[in-house]
């Protein structure tokens, strides 16, 4: 028997890091799962055996055991207060989101198409080149994908611009959402690891996880 037992005076909270495992990749697996629907919530669930068993059809204790591995691998975390998705609007809120996400403020998030939605530092007329960039390089990903990842065993998804040191100037992060996706183009140092990044991706969940 696993020795995980509930605390019912906690709520299952996704992390920066598990928001960001959640739509780095569109393949299913049991951990992705969990955290999408985690983030397709109005808020964060208490940690209940009711809960734990909507969360994938699992039994109890497989379940209990992917918990306590999320949760040692920093997916999830165990919180004392609840927290409620995002009240504003993602268009009210989405300048703000973005410029938090870098050193240096440029962030831009681009459609599939290579429409941007919104950008941050950016100004228009480079906001709509690069989100045009994010297009192509999401084509080729798509193209040799098989290859990246199979043969040459290369499992990251974004792509840079680099200096002659390796430094990223500008980077392509993709982000699946449902049957959508979209890309991140980040000027500088990334910043994936704040609350804002989680609360991005938990808009866009909530927003197009279903569509």
């Known amino acids: 028997m696993s020795s995980f037992k509930l605390n019912d005076n906690l709520f299952i909270n996704v992390t920066p890091r598990g928001a960001y495992y959640a739509v780095q990749d569109n393949a299913e697996d049991v ?31 497989d379940i209990y055991s992917f918990l306590q591995r999320m949760q040692s691998l920093g997916l999830i975390t165990g919180q004392e207060e609840i927290e409620h998705a995002p009240k504003e609007t993602l268009e009210s809120s ?8 870098s050193d240096s403020k440029k962030v831009l998030l681009a459609e599939h198409s290579g429409l941007y939605m ?26 040799h994908k098989d290859l990246l990842r ?22 392509f992060w993709p982000l699946y959402v449902g049957y959508n996706q979209f890309s991140l183009v980040i000027h500088g140092m990334p910043q994936l690891n704040r609350p804002a990044f989680k609360h991005l991706v938990w808009s866009l969940v909530k927003r197009y996880g279903n569509n």
């Open 150 to 171: 199979g043969n040459l065993g290369f499992n990251q998804h974004a792509w840079g611009l680099v200096d002659a040191a390796g430094n990223s100037e500008v980077g």
């Open 94 to 101: 989405l300048t703000e989101l973005l410029g938090a996400l």
């Open 118 to 143: 919104g950008a941050s530092g950016f100004p228009h007329e480079a906001a709509e080149e690069l989100s045009a960039i994010s297009a192509n390089l999401s084509e080729v990903y798509q193209r």
């Open 31 to 61: 951990t992705r799962t969990i955290l999408m629907r985690l983030l397709s919530q109005e808020s964060t669930p208490q940690l209940s055996s009711d809960t734990v068993n909507e969360l994938c059809e699992l039994n109890s204790e």
